[in-house]
């Protein structure tokens, strides 16, 4: 196409027909546009011979603008769609604009939630090659303390540094190596205190692809300065011979390995290790130093792991039967509640306990039980029972106001209201629906258990009133975002501060000698790092004002994945409002990206060193 003799272009845009001058196209001599007119990249051409650009109209029409302006206002185009428009036709001095304000909107420095992050180990970095990455395979936190799983072993960190406390990142931590890749990881803090000192006692469990057991410990002083190397001691390496699904701590340092096949394995710290077969193991749950089995049968079975009762004859652990559902259902999601006065030994005559279970079953079926000194010797009374799922309860949460429930079907998560009586569940009223609305977190095509434990959606809870749901939704993601569990109201979202994608998290609620407790999510990375959230300025959603739906079209925004959208409009996906409206206190005095575009209309960043 030559210059000289076409005053005029026409243009088919995405279906869209434009007209232009070859001259408005020329603005920009280095682009796709430009070499077009140019004739020095073929077309091809609709059939009233226009040019056909498969592009967005819409966005076009912005490009055109600039073009015949040098000036650009996005109005409700979304910034990074822009920016990728203009990278496609090559408007080099349009994304520059862009790329100002997309500096500006994402500091690598994160926003008010991020406390820090805790680099790639050196000795990861190095045996780092073309088929073992250094990417961090799972976070665990307990107290003040983290371990970190890589493909190469296993890391230990104290989270002091990043709450402010004179304490390096260099105190107390360590790495060691395993054979294998890790799989699974536990994590559980001591602490003792004398006259003399105090200190704390860590001790780090970690299952791998192999079947291995590893569990180290280390005994952290007070006054460890931060050149000084923590004693870690190897307590041993024990063979589980079956792949393990779970991997916990219960009572105070009692390991436990579980397999859904129906085995599970107990490392005590007087008793050594202990394996065993058992019924298919559908779901567990712990509570202080009790931890309860659900089995396909409809059974609900108990041992206790400080005392570990075991058979004289074949020296085996004895599961004691404490229910069994009534339509022999298999028990798929479990929470146990004790009261804060109950005797957690046992479950025998004569002791005052209290304590409530909520499961879900394999048909969809959300019931309560209970049991308290007043029915001693009557066994577990079945309170309530709903039905409202029609797929299997996976997850499962009774705290002190509500029931949170959540069935496979997109992670459909249903809560009620519940009411007590001096401290009991009572039946009047009964139980009050409170939402319902669904958690969508796509999972990766080759399914494991090490990868849903790395990131448990929960709900998580870490006290009465601040009960969460941590939402990954592609496995590639960038981004978290917490949801209140019972209510289903966005309260913060966390993003990678180096957009490298975020492979594993962990949500805890560290305690102060004064103050209020502070929540921190750590997040594992792609690229080997661990970030730090502080979401201490997160309210509750019982004083939240803010709570509205994001619609589904942010939504499909996070997920990139626009076909899965579709598949599942009818869902009424139900989140929160995106981070544009996420602080509107703080939006409404910053300038806005049209605000910066005008500031920069007639300056030639090409001259500064910005970008």
């Known amino acids: 196409m030559n210059q000289e003799n076409t005053k005029f272009v026409k243009l088919n845009v995405g279906g869209k027909i434009f007209v232009t001058s070859s001259q408005t196209l020329l603005n920009s001599p280095e682009s796709f546009l430009a070499r077009i007119v140019a004739g020095s990249i073929p077309c091809i051409t609709d059939d009233e011979g226009a040019i056909f650009i498969d592009r967005c109209p819409l966005l076009f029409e912005k490009i055109l603008a600039f073009l015949r302006t040098k000036r650009i206002r996005l109005g409700n185009i979304d910034l990074d769609d822009m920016l990728n428009e203009a990278d496609f036709y090559g408007i080099q001095p349009l994304i520059n604009?862009?790329?100002?304000?997309?500096?500006?909107?994402?500091?690598?420095?994160g926003n008010n939630s991020f406390s820090g992050h805790i680099p790639c180990p050196n000795a990861v970095s190095e045996n780092q090659s073309s088929t073992t990455t250094s990417r961090v395979l799972a976070v665990c936190a307990a107290d003040k303390w983290i371990a970190v799983s890589y493909p190469s072993g296993v890391a230990c960190y104290s989270t002091r540094h990043f709450t402010g406390e004179a304490w390096s990142l260099q105190q107390g931590s360590w790495y060691r190596d395993t054979r294998d890749c890790p799989k699974l990881l536990a994590l559980k803090s001591l602490k003792h205190s004398t006259i003399d000192e105090r200190s704390e006692q860590l001790l780090v469990a970690c299952s791998t692809s192999s079947f291995q057991l590893y569990i180290w410990q280390q005994t952290v002083e007070s006054d460890m300065i931060a050149n000084s190397q923590p004693e870690v001691i190897a307590i041993g390496v024990f063979d589980l011979s079956r792949d393990v699904d779970a991997l916990f701590f219960a009572g105070r340092r009692q390991v436990i390995a579980l397999g859904y096949a129906?085995?599970?394995?107990?490392?005590?710290?007087?008793?050594?290790?202990?394996?065993?077969?058992?019924?298919?193991?559908?779901?567990?749950?712990?509570?202080?130093?009790?931890?309860?089995?659900?089995?396909?049968?409809?059974?609900?079975?108990?041992?206790?792991?400080?005392?570990?009762?075991?058979?004289?004859?074949?020296?085996?652990?004895?599961?004691?039967?404490?229910?069994?559902?009534?339509?022999?259902?298999?028990?798929?999601?479990?929470?146990?509640?004790?009261?804060?006065?109950?005797?957690?030994s046992d479950f025998g005559g004569g002791n005052q306990f209290y304590f409530e279970i909520a499961?879900?079953?394999?048909?969809?079926?959300?019931?309560?039980?209970?049991?308290?000194?007043?029915?001693?010797?009557?066994?577990?009374?079945?309170?309530?029972?709903?039905?409202?799922?029609?797929?299997?309860?996976?997850?499962?949460?009774?705290?002190?106001?509500?029931?949170?429930?959540?069935?496979?079907?997109?992670?459909?998560?249903?809560?009620?209201?519940?009411?007590?009586?001096?401290?009991?569940?009572?039946?009047?009223?009964?139980?009050?629906?409170?939402?319902?609305?669904?958690?969508?977190?796509?999972?990766?095509?080759?399914?494991?258990?090490?990868?849903?434990?790395?990131?448990?959606?929960?709900p998580h809870m870490l006290n009465e009133s601040k009960i969460w749901f941590i939402q990954k939704v592609t496995p590639g993601a960038t981004d978290l975002f917490v949801v209140c569990a019972h209510d289903g109201t966005f309260l913060q979202k966390i993003s990678s501060v180096d957009d490298s994608p975020i492979t594993s998290y962990t949500i805890i609620e560290e305690w102060c000698r004064a103050g209020a407790p502070t929540q921190y999510v750590f997040t594992g990375h792609e690229n080997g790092t661990v970030q730090v959230w502080?979401?201490?300025?997160?309210?509750?959603?019982?004083?939240?004002?803010?709570?509205?739906?994001?619609?589904?079209?942010?939504?499909?925004?996070?997920?990139?994945?626009?076909?899965?959208?579709q598949n599942h409009r009818e869902n009424s996906l139900s989140h929160r409002k995106s981070c544009a409206a996420e602080d509107n206190s703080v939006a409404s005095q910053e300038p806005s990206v049209d605000d910066i575009l005008k500031m920069l209309d007639n300056y030639d960043l090409s001259d500064t060193s910005i970008l």
């Not at 000194?373 to 949460?397: C, D, K, W, Y």
């Open 359 to 458: 499961y879900g079953t394999a048909s969809g079926g959300v019931k309560l039980i209970t049991e308290h000194a007043e029915l001693v010797g009557h066994g577990p009374q079945l309170l309530f029972n709903f039905a409202v799922h029609r797929s299997p309860v996976t997850r499962i949460l009774l705290s002190e106001q509500y029931l949170i429930s959540c069935c496979s079907d997109m992670n459909h998560v249903r809560s009620w209201q519940i009411s007590r009586f001096r401290g009991l569940l009572s039946r009047n009223p009964l139980p009050v629906p409170n939402s319902s609305f669904k958690m969508m977190q796509l999972e990766p095509k080759e399914h494991c258990s090490g990868y849903m434990t790395a990131n448990d959606i929960g």
């Open 262 to 344: 129906g085995f599970f394995a107990v490392w005590h710290y007087s008793r050594n290790f202990q394996y065993q077969e058992s019924q298919k193991i559908t779901s567990y749950n712990d509570s202080g130093s009790m931890v309860f089995f659900g089995h396909d049968s409809g059974h609900i079975r108990y041992f206790n792991v400080e005392t570990l009762p075991v058979r004289m004859e074949d020296n085996k652990i004895i599961l004691t039967d404490l229910y069994r559902d009534g339509d022999h259902d298999p028990i798929t999601a479990l929470n146990v509640r004790i009261s804060s006065n109950s005797i957690l």
């Open 97 to 109: 604009r862009l790329k100002v304000c997309s500096s500006l909107k994402r500091a690598t420095c």
């Open 534 to 565: 502080n979401l201490a300025s997160v309210k509750s959603a019982t004083n939240s004002t803010a709570s509205s739906n994001i619609s589904e079209n942010n939504l499909v925004t996070r997920m990139d994945l626009k076909d899965v959208m």
